[in-house]
């Protein structure tokens, strides 16, 4: 199911990205003291007393076409659409200003609950002068520094009283995937051409994403699938579809649900940057992916077309070597038949348990092969390995020092049990750990 998300709100240059860096647990956005400069990653997770929850930052939303007081009114907006608990950033040092009136006014007819943080509150004196914030009718301000990592706790833990307990049901023979990719590249004509022919639409039920509807089927040879649909997604006003990073915040909910990403391409228009960084955040939430060209019917085809393009995927898509990479048409339905199908071999591969006896035979004919590094006259040694986890496959490997197990090192692991036992479409992890 989806974490409950946090989205954090307020005028220009009161310390969005500093409580979003120290609620994420690291450094993630570009701060400066400059209004408008926060423009890096917007979206990450965070835990707090045992709740896992996604957060946006939505400072980092760039609508720089829009005046000044409507891009901060857009971004509240978009914060209440998507979160489940909104927390309220104004300054201490400069008091209440006209644009913290207005971001209050939208987040009060919002029936979603609000926490107001006053930052920038650095020592006991300033706590006394963040009484005037009770004026703008949104309960007890919050004295916090983000700077100093100052009660940020007391606002984590009003938050967590927030959040829904109910319990998504999981039905683990439902393989659960979205489609994913930029505006345009046909996610919509692919789900209604998916769901054509020879499916069987069980039932469509409203989804945790909002304005999502998700829709059961099941395929010829009786494999349930769950579609999380993002395409269908329509929000009030275009000013939601005018920013990139919006959608790529929109994909992210999408992921966090899905058991398999489909990350859709457009022959036409080729791979930009939006699709590296969705692609990104799949690839480190440890969803299975397959990467769709769909399109494919537009272009002029010549001997090696389909191995070129093939070719540029590879190269831009370095960290995605596992994942498959299929030819589609929505418009013609060509090799539309094999996507589910290929879907259920990522799912069975996300779920392969490898027994350890086998997993070490592969793992000491791979230091047979290359064998272990030194670092300052230490050597790496290698005592045995087990598989730990599913959805991915996850590998503990017992070692003499950890930190002597470098990454290029481990990737070699990788690669040796990629061969032995194909993986294809999962990512796998690797978690080097000092043997007791």
Do not use: C
Not at 17 to 46: C, K, L, M, Q
Not at 121 to 135: G, T, W
Not at 180 to 203: C, F, H, Q, T, Y
């Amino acid at each position: 199911m989806a974490n409950p998300t946090i989205a954090i709100v307020g005028r220009p240059n009161v310390g969005k990205s500093t409580i979003f860096n120290r609620i994420a647990g690291e450094r993630i956005s570009i701060v400066e003291d400059t209004p408008g400069v926060t423009r890096d990653r917007i979206y990450a997770t965070g835990e707090w007393l045992g709740r896992e929850f996604s957060i946006i930052d939505t400072g980092g939303i760039d609508l720089s076409d829009e005046p000044f007081m409507e891009q901060i009114k857009h971004q509240a907006e978009i914060a209440i659409e998507e979160a489940d608990v909104i927390i309220f950033v104004a300054s201490g040092r400069e008091g209440v200003t006209d644009a913290d009136e207005l971001v209050a006014k939208i987040l009060y007819r919002s029936n979603k609950p609000v926490i107001l943080a006053v930052n920038k509150v650095d020592n006991p004196e300033m706590r006394n002068e963040i009484y005037e914030f009770y004026s703008l009718g949104l309960g007890d301000p919050f004295p916090i520094s983000g700077s100093h990592g100052l009660g940020i706790g007391d606002v984590l833990d009003e938050a967590v009283k927030h959040f829904s307990t109910e319990i998504e049901e999981e039905d683990e023979d439902t393989i659960k995937f979205s489609l994913i990719g930029r505006p345009n590249v046909g996610k919509s004509s692919l789900i209604n051409a998916i769901l054509g022919e020879d499916r069987v639409i069980v039932s469509e039920i409203e989804g945790t994403t909002r304005d999502a509807i998700d829709t059961r089927f099941e395929s010829e040879n009786g494999q349930k699938f769950l579609m999380i649909d993002t395409a269908g997604m329509r929000k009030r006003g275009k000013v939601y579809e005018s920013t990139e990073k919006y959608s790529v915040m929109r994909a992210m909910r999408a992921i966090e649900r899905s058991d398999i990403v489909l990350m859709v391409l457009n022959a036409e228009e080729g791979i930009r940057e939006q699709d590296k960084k969705v692609a990104g955040y799949a690839h480190e939430a440890g969803r299975g992916i397959i990467i769709v060209v769909n399109k494919w019917d537009t272009i002029e085809k010549e001997t090696n077309t389909m191995r070129d393009f093939e070719e540029e995927i590879r190269e831009e898509f370095r960290y995605l070597d596992y994942a498959p990479i299929i030819f589609v048409s929505a418009l013609t339905k060509q090799r539309l038949n094999k996507l589910p199908e290929l879907i259920e071999l990522v799912s069975m591969n996300q779920n392969l348990r490898i027994p350890s006896a086998l997993l070490n035979d592969v793992v000491m004919d791979a230091i047979a092969i290359n064998p272990t590094p030194t670092d300052k006259g230490k050597r790496l040694k290698v005592f045995y390995g087990t598989q730990v986890a599913i959805k991915p496959p996850t590998f503990v490997i017992f070692v003499n020092e950890e930190e002597l197990m470098h990454f290029s090192y481990a990737r070699f692991l990788e690669n040796q049990i990629r061969k032995a036992f194909t993986f294809e479409g999962t990512p796998i992890k690797i978690i080097p750990r000092r043997r007791k």
